[in-house]
């Protein structure tokens, strides 16, 4: 009995070691703030630590000004959601190749992207909190990633 519940065991921890590989995603996002005059701008840095290339939805990638879509999660100093005021685009599936930027293996995309305007800050000095938080289609279906970077702080305005 003991031999075949040590088998059983260790097959589910090899299904639960697959699954966490499966989960794991391959490209880093690393966000930072910067003020400029009364506009903010996120500078995100898109690295792939992966062995093969990763494709990241052109329309998330930071390229296309406005995004037609929300990138970020942004709280207050009360950790309050702060609303997204931006465009909403309709959009349909996206094609590979046209519709990505592909981060090969090793590599890094940067990106500047003006956010400022897309989000309903008070208009009295506070501290928030912002964070890449998307969820990206891969192409071919091979299902979604969701990409999230490191939390921001900045004070505004």
């Not at 995004?67 to 309709?90: S, T």
């Not at 094609?95 to 592909?102: E, G, K, L, R, S």
């Not at 500047?112 to 998307?134: A, L, M, N, W």
Request: charged share 20%.
């Amino acid at each position: 009995h003991a031999a075949i519940l040590a088998v059983a065991l260790l097959a589910s921890c090899t299904e639960i070691k697959r699954a966490e590989i499966m989960e794991t995603n391959p490209l880093n996002i690393s966000l930072q703030v910067v003020k400029q005059g009364p506009e903010l701008y996120a500078q995100l840095r898109f690295t792939n630590g992966g062995r093969e290339p990763f494709a990241l939805e052109r329309s998330l990638s930071g390229q296309e000004i406005p995004a037609g879509r929300q990138l970020f999660r942004v709280v207050n100093a009360a950790n309050e959601k702060v609303p997204y005021m931006g465009q909403a685009a309709k959009r349909g599936e996206p094609v590979f190749p046209d519709d990505y930027v592909i981060v090969q293996p090793g590599a890094e995309f940067l990106a500047v992207y003006p956010f400022g305007s897309e989000y309903g800050f008070e208009p009295r000095s506070q501290t928030y909190k912002v964070q890449y938080d998307v969820v990206n289609a891969l192409p071919g279906d091979k299902g979604l990633a969701f990409l999230k970077s490191n939390v921001a702080a900045f004070t505004y305005p």
